[in-house]
């Protein structure tokens, strides 16, 4: 073997605590990095694949960030303390929760990146399809399963979708990311459902569980809200229903302009109800998949999520500390079940350090069983606190710095990265809300604790920041004066979280981001002298009109030149002079076919052959020979429109399409459908043929492949 | 034990005051970024004054880190070796206070760097940032604290409490006559 070509990693040695097929699928990844450092990978190939790894490259060259996939935000304190742990060694110490309640660690280098995953694993986390044009994170409303205006605690469903759709085999070819979330109620946000791909949202009928379906939503630079799919669907339907959308999606949608490639233009254009005939037709041609109950009857059985103390009622007050008051008024609220409370623990633009994190693990341990979930507002959650526990509680968060009050009020400001680490950032957005964090503690502390006002701020036009659905949105942009660029925030006002996430604001103007500050200031001041009763500021907005609204902020959207006003021409938080840089964006991925995955799979696969010749291993050698030609075979058959899920029997398949149609060489053929009547062998002679058999099979299927595929 | 550490954290701790303003820290290192020759290979600025008592502002590099760190116990200075180490466990902690020294330096000699804060001689936390390799236990600190003793700049060296942290110790100066 030369010495240049990187054998398969083989961690079972080190890692024998992590199930087998985990621990395989992070050894053809640290495989897969060290062939494509090696040359012997395609890049493009390899960015996708390392996304659906949830690795994605920063703004800044060289380095990553690791994205680590939380469904329905639901997280353990020993999860957590390895997440911690994690962030310490290999980013820079702090994690950030992200609007898909997601973790992201920052400046990660790559070669550390299989051991993060081994690690993670090893407490029942993957980062397997964070990032890519797959099934992204499930979300669900983090107060599921306590909140008193649920329908049902949609947890379980969620959870079921998450595992159902994870590597599934019709959700490996989309145009674009796909995400799905789950809410408990329809009238409070924490679902958002109207923005997501699917949004499932909690019915009951006739006594059954079930869902009323939105599909098609999302935000981004046009953003959509979803069509109603169904208002009523078994909840045992939901996994064959997202799996039938998956298939419509990877068949129809865009695949080469990326602007256009996500389910909410393929319904805009084919209509609703085209829609749904495709759907329900790919429904009933579905083979019956026994996990379509298993997975949720394994969740209601694995998801039993109780207190760990007994209810209480909260004695008195005048035992707690200072602060206590306020932080029970704004973070703690009463759950469904009598004695307990869900407590919101506010992170400031969702960073916590890896020091805090592991506190608050420790301290979770004491009052609550595990019950921990990040949120779609960047905070954590601890459910289950019995009442009288309270005060100590609050107590032991002020002493690790987690008690600061604020959770879902002005001041809780989200944030997308911007570009502190995103290539697509025009703007500084974390500069931003750092600012107005500040901001909040001092001249604005008057209202900072405003409740019915909600900011949100995205570096860009894509709405990673969900701008759209903020009373108070801004995203990032760039104005020119003289021969000078300034970094500016189109401000949008309007947008409702309500009715997960029934209106999306209005673009009123530009401001410059010094002047950000006073704007939300002035907005803040005229919806409170505009308010009829319970208007939202959405409802101010409607009523009075655009243009009125704009002429109370006309003031603060001037911008000064150069010579004037040196201080507009940098960004927050960044004390030098701006310059607008944007790259290409990792968001939207790759798009790679899926028989191109196959082909690569097929390719190292038959390396790992070549191997097992090397030491003798002559039966294993034959066995992988195959396997790896069988796989070169499925890419094929892919481009005949045969799924995986589908279940074919390959050979019987590949003979049909390929061998007795003259569509592939037919030796070569022959070989490989003579290879599975007789079996893997162990004859040193025989062995050596058929990997010498394999080589040409796969180079033959990539010759069919690329002249299939037009290359 | 694996001797091949690589991950080696390295603070020098200072006296700040409350709540101290790190702005400053942004024109410095933004200035060593843009310089763009140094050996730690620096990428770019990260910005984390947002958090009490977390990152504070940090210059991140394929090499190493450096930051104005506000982590407990303390403010410092805190460099953060993330590769180049070779030789004996010794070897590599040398190098590593070699390397936060001339860092230290680097920044304490910056005309932006705040009068307000002072540094406490001597005063430094070590941390071995790498569980895997060496776990915090009392093998880890059986094979470490020699080699760390013998390559530190200071008097004591005692190890943190904390069983949950990492491998941590506190080197102190000789108390002064």
Not at chain 1, 467 to 495: C, E, M, W, Y
Not at chain 2, 84 to 90: F, I, K, N, V
Request: glycine residues 8%; hydrophobic residues 40%; charged residues 25%.
């Amino acid at each position: 073997m030369p010495a240049s070509l990187p054998a398969p990693v083989d961690s079972s040695a080190e890692w024998a605590c992590l199930p087998e097929d985990l621990r395989q699928e992070i050894d053809v990844y640290e495989t897969e990095l060290r062939r494509v450092q090696a040359g012997l990978v395609d890049e493009k190939l390899f960015t996708e694949f390392r996304l659906r790894h949830g690795v994605y490259g920063q703004r800044q060259d060289r380095v990553q960030m690791q994205r680590i996939k939380i469904p329905m935000g639901r997280l353990s304190a020993d999860q957590l303390t390895v997440l911690a742990d994690i962030a310490e060694e290999y980013a820079v110490g702090v994690l950030h929760v992200t609007t898909r309640q997601d973790f992201q660690c920052h400046f990660v280098d790559i070669n550390d990146t299989p051991n993060l995953m081994r690690r993670l694993a090893a407490v029942g986390i993957t980062t397997r399809e964070a990032c890519g044009n797959v099934v992204r994170n499930v979300t669900c409303c983090p107060h599921a399963g306590v909140c008193s205006d649920e329908t049902f605690d949609v947890t379980p469903h969620a959870h079921a979708m998450a595992y159902f759709m994870l590597r599934h085999s019709d959700a490996q070819n989309f145009g674009r990311k796909f995400k799905i979330s789950y809410s408990g109620c329809e009238g409070h946000p924490c679902g958002l459902g109207r923005m997501h791909d699917i949004g499932a949202v909690a019915r009951i009928r006739d006594g059954a569980e079930g869902f009323q379906v939105l599909v098609g939503g999302g935000l981004g630079a046009l953003p959509h809200q979803a069509k109603v799919y169904s208002e009523f669907l078994p909840a045992e339907e939901m996994l064959p229903l997202a799996q039938a959308i998956s298939r419509v999606f990877a068949r129809f949608g865009e695949k080469k302009n990326r602007a256009k490639a996500r389910l909410k233009f393929l319904i805009a254009k084919q209509g609703i109800d085209e829609f749904r005939r495709l759907v329900e037709q790919e429904r009933s041609r579905l083979p019956r998949d026994p996990r379509w109950e298993g997975e949720l009857l394994d969740a209601v059985t694995s998801l039993r999520e109780g207190p760990l103390r007994p209810p209480s009622a909260l004695d008195s007050a005048g035992t707690a500390g200072p602060g206590f008051s306020e932080w029970l008024d704004i973070n703690v609220r009463p759950q469904a079940q009598d004695g307990y409370s869900m407590v919101e623990v506010y992170l400031p633009l969702g960073d916590i350090t890896s020091v805090q994190a592991r506190q608050l693990a420790e301290v979770s341990r004491r009052y609550v069983q595990d019950t921990l979930r990040t949120s779609v507002n960047q905070n954590l959650l601890l459910q289950w606190v019995s009442n009288a526990d309270l005060p100590s509680l609050h107590a032991d968060l002020r002493s690790i710095g987690l008690a600061e009050t604020g959770a879902g009020r002005l001041k809780d400001v989200v944030a997308c990265p911007g570009t502190d680490s995103c290539k697509l950032g025009i703007t500084s957005s974390r500069g931003l809300a750092a600012h107005l964090s500040k901001e909040f503690a001092n001249g604005m502390s008057g209202i900072a604790r405003r409740s019915d006002l909600k900011i949100k701020i995205s570096g860009c036009f894509n709405s990673c920041g969900q701008h759209h659905i903020a009373d108070i949105g801004f995203f990032g942009s760039v104005q020119r004066k003289k021969n000078d660029t300034a970094p500016v925030f189109q401000v949008t006002l309007g947008g409702s979280m309500r009715n997960n996430a029934e209106s999306y604001g209005l673009a009123i103007g530009k401001i410059p981001s010094q002047n950000v500050d006073k704007a939300i200031a002035r907005v803040s001041e005229f919806y409170s002298r505009e308010k009829r009763g319970d208007e939202t500021l959405s409802d101010v907005v409607a009523r009075l009109g655009k243009t009125r609204v704009k002429t109370e902020l006309q003031e603060f959207m001037a911008l000064p030149t150069y010579d004037e006003e040196p201080g507009y021409y940098r960004d927050m938080r960044q004390p030098w002079q701006y310059k607008r840089s944007i790259g290409i964006g990792e968001c939207a991925g790759e798009v790679v076919d899926q028989a191109e995955f196959l082909l690569e799979d097929a390719d190292r696969i038959h390396f790992e052959s070549t191997l097992h010749l090397e030491r003798s291993r002559y039966g294993e050698a034959s066995a992988k020979a195959f396997e790896a030609c069988k796989k070169a075979a499925d890419a094929l058959l892919f481009t005949k429109g045969l799924w995986l899920s589908d279940r074919y029997d390959t050979v019987a398949e590949f003979q049909k399409h390929f061998h007795a149609a003259g569509a592939f060489y037919r030796p070569f053929a022959d070989n490989f459908l003579r290879s599975a009547a007789e079996g893997p062998s162990s004859d040193p002679e025989r062995a050596r043929l058929r990997v010498e058999e394999a080589t040409l099979f796969i180079e033959a299927a990539q010759g069919v492949y690329s002249q299939a595929a037009g290359f | 034990m694996d001797q091949s550490l690589q991950r080696i954290d390295v603070k020098l701790l200072l006296e700040a005051g409350q709540d101290p303003d790190l702005d400053p820290f942004l024109v410095i290192f933004d200035r060593w970024r843009q310089k763009g020759d140094h050996p730690s290979d620096w990428v770019d600025l990260a910005d984390y004054a947002h958090m009490p008592g977390g990152p504070g502002i940090l210059i991140a590099g394929k090499r190493d880190t450096f930051s104005i760190n506000l982590n407990p116990p303390g403010p410092g200075l805190l460099t953060s070796i993330r590769r180049g180490l070779s030789g004996t466990l010794e070897d590599r902690f040398r190098e590593a206070f070699r390397r936060a020294g001339q860092l230290n330096a680097a920044v304490l000699a910056e005309p932006e760097f705040p009068g307000r804060f002072r540094v406490l001689e001597g005063a430094w936390e070590v941390f071995l940032n790498d569980r895997l390799q060496f776990p915090n236990s009392d093998e880890s600190d059986r094979a470490v604290r020699p080699a760390l003793a013998a390559a530190a700049p200071a008097a004591s060296v005692s190890r943190h409490r904390d069983p949950s942290g990492r491998l941590g110790y506190s080197l102190r100066p000789a108390p002064s006559r």
